[in-house]
């Protein structure tokens, strides 16, 4: 930090660090005493980030985005020459080093940035304002690229940092609007009616009756009426199935005379897959479900769910007919990343939930990242005090600092947090009671910063006290000078594997996972060991890496990675598990004409490592297929398709972020499995591989992955996650659609454009509203409706044939009480339309101008 400082500003006052006391601390003004007021409250201090329009023909060198941070002192004392320093945290990379009205802009570490005063700077006198004005480095921005929490941070109490009033100006546009065929181009409501317009509103008796799409459905002719709730009868081990059959069935029903419902598990005809089951709803013999397991029981009550009127139907009967019905694949997955922004059980329970109910079984927990730490293990408690706590301080050793808008308070239920031993074991026995799989996700040897930081916290600690085991869990060599940046602009997050303390740290963790899983009677079969971007640059000039190297006759850092999985896979499997693995796992860099390739690690490919393969993108489209052809079990999760993280598109209201793709529900519901780029231009397609019918016998399943870098409410998973798990549910339940495997693409249109209708059709007429009216409480995306005039009309249609339209003339924005849409819209104005469901929760709103 700067240490400069005036005479006037020497020292905070009293009434200044009692306001911040709240957010210190214990202890944290040892070395702070109160005196003379004499500079600004940082809570006085107003702080506005906007996105600046770009001049007419402006080339920035090398891309970018002209922003600006406009600094308010709304305090009655000055904002001193010198001694302090503002803090705040984002996602992209910004230009350490800008200047601009006397202040210098500085990277921290991570995402954590901050402006200080330079020589120049004269101070900021009350009611003053100044501007501070850069080149954002990403030209395409997105409103999560934003700046967020701001804190004050004077240097006469270093470990007091004070939130700032900030306001973000909304972004207007997206960097590229009206560049024809860019992906970051604005989506208008004109473009969104045409798209719109494949898929038309069909007759209730025309929408498919359930998802995802079952193996083989035979419709009866009659109907079986729900007098009364159901008789359940099931044996004792399905018990969990008969209770979730009987909370199917409404409360206003009466408690007695429904038909039957019984639930066996027995053999399915035709269907070796442990989870098929076979559904048989009759008018004379009431409903039967039959399941080559539990799990498969589980999913024919699940069916006969979406089965069922709405609730608060007038009439309460289902159709006969008969079902059999088997999974595509036997690994289909979501995972959550509760490191980046922590979310506590309840959050957890909400998505195993819905999970189940949309036949999903694989729950990948990503527990630990860079930024935090979210299990408690027994005999490291670091990992928790420090590891999972994120907040200022000025002394390295008492937590993390902030990152994705966590803030300067340790106490925010975002950046801090973690699971007890109780709770994850509470997870565990929750997702096995819906036959899901609970795979946890240790990060390393990259993204490992919080298990870094905090294993040398308890290191300094200990050997201060004079313990001889200081270094027993020490994951860095302290002399190391490598130079490296991650992709979360870290140089400090590497697990060092010249380091036998390291393997200790590794087994001590992997036992006491494995522990918890089998007190809860769910054992562990495998677990994810991350492997995922490690920074080139690391371990380069580590002297422990480099003594190892030498030691075990390794050339380079690539046979140092094989070195540390081999030892790895071997903790893992003395634990009685296999080893799982982002893509990284089984591949192998290396050169060709000069430049990095990955091609299949040989090494590995008798391991039984699962490769979890996510980097889809320009170049690297075929990587998935080229190892599993190499020998490799693989679960696909391409970023261009299944991150859920990233931003339905490049408009400005959309939330998430864009690195890799923008993801509309269609984009997930298109995706091919076996043919990741049918619908990729020819020249794109050329000199990349396909799969054998080998390596088909290698893919194990399809993943959808939400990383939570800007979900810091639970309600932003819900916009993000839903409805596109539907669409992945489809994908990895039901086999190819026939529009996915002719090879005339003029019947693959015609077939996709009903299949597609039908898929949206069923969402808006039945899967969501059931999900509104069920007390799901799921605040999932409602997506702005498509509009275009025509011979002085305005046509409205929404994605989800069945939503309900409203609309207003006036230019206000339309509430629960507007007028409905229901046909083309004659007034004359500003038409805003939004789309609503059916509690009233209004969606993004639409605008047009009817002359």
Same mark, same amino acid.
């Given at each position: 930090?700067?240490?400069?400082?005036?005479?006037?500003?020497?020292?905070?006052?009293?009434?200044?660090?009692?306001?911040?006391?709240?957010?210190?601390?214990?202890?944290?003004?040892?070395?702070?005493?109160?005196?003379?007021?004499?500079?600004?409250?940082?809570?006085?201090?107003?702080?506005?980030?906007?996105?600046?329009?770009?001049?007419?023909?402006?080339?920035?060198?090398?891309?970018?985005?002209?922003?600006?941070?406009?600094?308010?002192?709304?305090?009655?004392?000055?904002?001193?020459?010198?001694?302090?320093?503002?803090?705040?945290?984002?996602?992209?990379?910004?230009?350490?080093?800008?200047?601009?009205?006397?202040?210098?802009?500085?990277?921290?570490?991570?995402?954590?940035?901050?402006?200080?005063?330079?020589?120049?700077?004269?101070?900021?006198?009350?009611?003053?304002?100044?501007?501070?004005?850069?080149?954002?480095?990403?030209?395409?921005?997105?409103?999560?690229?934003?700046?967020?929490?701001?804190?004050?941070?004077?240097?006469?109490?270093?470990?007091?940092?004070?939130?700032?009033?900030?306001?973000?100006?909304?972004?207007?546009?997206?960097?590229?609007?009206?560049?024809?065929?860019?992906?970051?181009?604005?989506?208008?409501?004109?473009?969104?009616?045409?798209?719109?317009?494949?898929?038309?509103?069909?007759?209730?008796?025309?929408?498919?009756?359930?998802?995802?799409?079952?193996?083989?459905?035979?419709?009866?002719?009659?109907?079986?009426?729900?007098?009364?709730?159901?008789?359940?009868?099931?044996?004792?081990?399905?018990?969990?199935?008969?209770?979730?059959?009987?909370?199917?069935?409404?409360?206003?029903?009466?408690?007695?005379?429904?038909?039957?419902?019984?639930?066996?598990?027995?053999?399915?005809?035709?269907?070796?897959?442990?989870?098929?089951?076979?559904?048989?709803?009759?008018?004379?013999?009431?409903?039967?479900?039959?399941?080559?397991?539990?799990?498969?029981?589980?999913?024919?009550?699940?069916?006969?769910?979406?089965?069922?009127?709405?609730?608060?139907?007038?009439?309460?009967?289902?159709?006969?007919?008969?079902?059999?019905?088997?999974?595509?694949?036997?690994?289909?997955?979501?995972?959550?990343?509760?490191?980046?922004?922590?979310?506590?059980?309840?959050?957890?329970?909400?998505?195993?939930?819905?999970?189940?109910?949309?036949?999903?079984?694989?729950?990948?927990?990503?527990?630990?990242?860079?930024?935090?730490?979210?299990?408690?293990?027994?005999?490291?408690?670091?990992?928790?005090?420090?590891?999972?706590?994120?907040?200022?301080?000025?002394?390295?050793?008492?937590?993390?600092?902030?990152?994705?808008?966590?803030?300067?308070?340790?106490?925010?239920?975002?950046?801090?947090?973690?699971?007890?031993?109780?709770?994850?074991?509470?997870?565990?026995?929750?997702?096995?009671?819906?036959?899901?799989?609970?795979?946890?996700?240790?990060?390393?040897?990259?993204?490992?910063?919080?298990?870094?930081?905090?294993?040398?916290?308890?290191?300094?600690?200990?050997?201060?006290?004079?313990?001889?085991?200081?270094?027993?869990?020490?994951?860095?060599?302290?002399?190391?000078?490598?130079?490296?940046?991650?992709?979360?602009?870290?140089?400090?997050?590497?697990?060092?594997?010249?380091?036998?303390?390291?393997?200790?740290?590794?087994?001590?963790?992997?036992?006491?996972?494995?522990?918890?899983?089998?007190?809860?009677?769910?054992?562990?079969?495998?677990?994810?060991?991350?492997?995922?971007?490690?920074?080139?640059?690391?371990?380069?000039?580590?002297?422990?890496?480099?003594?190892?190297?030498?030691?075990?006759?390794?050339?380079?850092?690539?046979?140092?990675?094989?070195?540390?999985?081999?030892?790895?896979?071997?903790?893992?499997?003395?634990?009685?598990?296999? /080893?799982? &693995?982002? @893509?990284? #796992? +089984?591949? $192998?860099?290396?050169?060709?004409?000069?430049?990095?390739? %990955?091609? !299949?690690?040989?090494?590995?490919?008798?391991?039984?490592?699962?490769?979890?393969?996510?980097?889809? /993108?320009? &170049?690297? @489209?075929? #990587? +998935?297929? $080229?190892?599993?052809?190499?020998?490799?079990?693989?679960? %696909?999760? !391409?970023?261009?398709?299944?991150?859920?993280?990233?931003?339905?598109?490049?408009?400005?209201?959309?939330?998430?972020?864009?690195?890799?793709?923008?993801?509309?529900?269609?984009?997930?519901?298109?995706?091919?499995?076996?043919?990741?780029?049918?619908?990729?231009?020819?020249?794109?397609?050329?000199?990349?591989?396909?799969?054998?019918?080998?390596?088909?016998?290698?893919?194990?399943?399809?993943?959808?992955?939400?990383?939570?870098?800007?979900?810091?409410?639970?309600?932003?998973?819900?916009?993000?996650?839903?409805?596109?798990?539907?669409?992945?549910?489809?994908?990895?339940?039901?086999?190819?659609?026939?529009?996915?495997?002719?090879?005339?693409?003029?019947?693959?249109?015609?077939?996709?454009?009903?299949?597609?209708?039908?898929?949206?059709?069923?969402?808006?007429?039945?899967?969501?509203?059931?999900?509104?009216?069920?007390?799901?409480?799921?605040?999932?995306?409602?997506?702005?409706?498509?509009?275009?005039?025509?011979?002085?009309?305005?046509?409205?249609?929404?994605?989800?044939?069945?939503?309900?339209?409203?609309?207003?003339?006036?230019?206000?924005?339309?509430?629960?009480?507007?007028?409905?849409?229901?046909?083309?819209?004659?007034?004359?104005?500003?038409?805003?339309?939004?789309?609503?469901?059916?509690?009233?929760?209004?969606?993004?709103?639409?605008?047009?101008?009817?002359?």
């Amino acid at each position: 930090m700067n240490k400069k400082m005036n005479r006037a500003g020497a020292a905070l006052a009293a009434a200044v660090l009692c306001a911040m006391m709240t957010l210190a601390a214990p202890g944290a003004f040892a070395e702070a005493a109160p005196q003379a007021v004499s500079q600004a409250d940082g809570a006085r201090l107003q702080l506005r980030w906007e996105l600046q329009r770009k001049p007419a023909g402006l080339q920035l060198p090398q891309g970018g985005s002209p922003a600006r941070f406009t600094l308010i002192n709304a305090d009655s004392q000055p904002l001193p020459p010198s001694g302090w320093s503002l803090y705040f945290t984002g996602i992209d990379r910004m230009p350490s080093g800008a200047q601009s009205s006397g202040l210098v802009l500085e990277h921290v570490a991570g995402g954590l940035f901050r402006l200080r005063p330079g020589p120049d700077f004269k101070g900021l006198g009350p009611g003053q304002t100044l501007a501070f004005d850069y080149r954002h480095n990403d030209s395409v921005f997105m409103p999560s690229r934003s700046p967020t929490a701001p804190y004050l941070v004077y240097d006469a109490a270093p470990d007091v940092g004070v939130p700032l009033q900030y306001t973000l100006t909304p972004v207007l546009e997206p960097a590229q609007r009206g560049k024809v065929g860019s992906p970051h181009s604005f989506v208008t409501p004109e473009d969104t009616y045409w798209r719109n317009a494949r898929a038309g509103l069909l007759p209730a008796a025309q929408v498919p009756p359930v998802l995802p799409t079952p193996l083989r459905l035979e419709p009866g002719a009659g109907r079986l009426a729900l007098a009364g709730r159901p008789a359940v009868t099931a044996s004792a081990a399905l018990a969990n199935e008969a209770a979730l059959a009987r909370s199917l069935f409404a409360s206003s029903l009466p408690a007695s005379g429904g038909p039957a419902l019984h639930l066996s598990v027995g053999k399915v005809e035709g269907q070796d897959s442990p989870e098929a089951y076979r559904l048989r709803i009759t008018a004379a013999g009431g409903i039967d479900i039959v399941g080559n397991s539990a799990a498969g029981v589980a999913y024919g009550v699940q069916t006969l769910r979406e089965l069922l009127p709405l609730p608060g139907s007038a009439v309460m009967d289902l159709p006969e007919m008969s079902i059999i019905d088997a999974p595509r694949f036997g690994y289909r997955g979501f995972m959550l990343d509760v490191a980046r922004n922590f979310h506590g059980k309840e959050t957890v329970f909400k998505w195993l939930d819905l999970m189940a109910r949309f036949k999903l079984n694989k729950f990948h927990f990503h527990l630990t990242d860079d930024e935090g730490w979210r299990i408690e293990i027994a005999g490291l408690p670091e990992l928790t005090t420090i590891g999972a706590v994120r907040g200022h301080s000025a002394r390295p050793g008492v937590r993390l600092q902030p990152a994705y808008g966590s803030g300067p308070d340790p106490r925010d239920p975002r950046g801090s947090g973690h699971y007890t031993r109780e709770d994850y074991k509470e997870i565990l026995r929750y997702a096995q009671a819906r036959h899901i799989e609970v795979i946890p996700e240790i990060e390393m040897p990259g993204h490992a910063r919080a298990a870094v930081q905090a294993m040398e916290a308890r290191y300094h600690r200990l050997k201060n006290a004079g313990g001889r085991d200081a270094a027993r869990y020490l994951l860095s060599d302290l002399d190391d000078r490598s130079e490296y940046s991650s992709a979360q602009y870290f140089n400090d997050n590497v697990i060092n594997p010249g380091l036998e303390s390291s393997y200790t740290f590794i087994d001590h963790v992997v036992k006491e996972v494995a522990a918890l899983h089998r007190e809860a009677g769910a054992p562990l079969k495998t677990i994810h060991m991350g492997g995922d971007e490690l920074a080139n640059g690391a371990w380069e000039k580590s002297p422990a890496s480099d003594a190892w190297k030498r030691k075990h006759g390794l050339e380079s850092s690539a046979d140092l990675w094989d070195y540390f999985y081999e030892r790895v896979d071997a903790i893992v499997r003395k634990h009685g598990m296999t /080893t799982s &693995g982002w @893509e990284e #796992l +089984a591949a $192998r860099k290396t050169v060709l004409d000069g430049g990095s390739k %990955l091609i !299949p690690n040989p090494r590995f490919t008798r391991s039984g490592f699962t490769a979890y393969v996510w980097n889809n /993108t320009v &170049g690297l @489209e075929d #990587l +998935a297929y $080229r190892l599993a052809n190499g020998g490799y079990d693989i679960v %696909l999760t !391409p970023v261009t398709r299944m991150y859920f993280d990233m931003a339905h598109n490049a408009n400005p209201e959309e939330h998430g972020v864009n690195w890799g793709a923008y993801v509309e529900l269609q984009t997930v519901y298109d995706f091919i499995p076996f043919d990741i780029m049918k619908d990729a231009p020819e020249a794109a397609r050329m000199g990349k591989d396909r799969l054998t019918d080998y390596g088909k016998r290698r893919v194990r399943g399809i993943q959808a992955n939400l990383f939570a870098e800007t979900a810091r409410d639970p309600a932003r998973i819900d916009y993000l996650v839903m409805p596109r798990m539907v669409a992945l549910a489809e994908r990895a339940w039901a086999a190819d659609p026939g529009w996915a495997t002719t090879q005339d693409p003029v019947k693959a249109e015609v077939l996709h454009r009903g299949a597609w209708s039908g898929f949206v059709n069923a969402l808006g007429q039945r899967v969501l509203p059931r999900l509104d009216l069920d007390g799901t409480r799921l605040a999932y995306r409602i997506a702005p409706p498509g509009l275009v005039t025509e011979d002085g009309r305005v046509l409205a249609n929404h994605v989800l044939p069945g939503m309900q339209l409203r609309y207003t003339s006036d230019g206000s924005e339309p509430s629960a009480s507007s007028r409905l849409v229901t046909g083309p819209i004659l007034e004359r104005g500003t038409i805003r339309v939004a789309a609503f469901d059916r509690n009233g929760r209004r969606g993004a709103v639409a605008a047009i101008e009817s002359r």
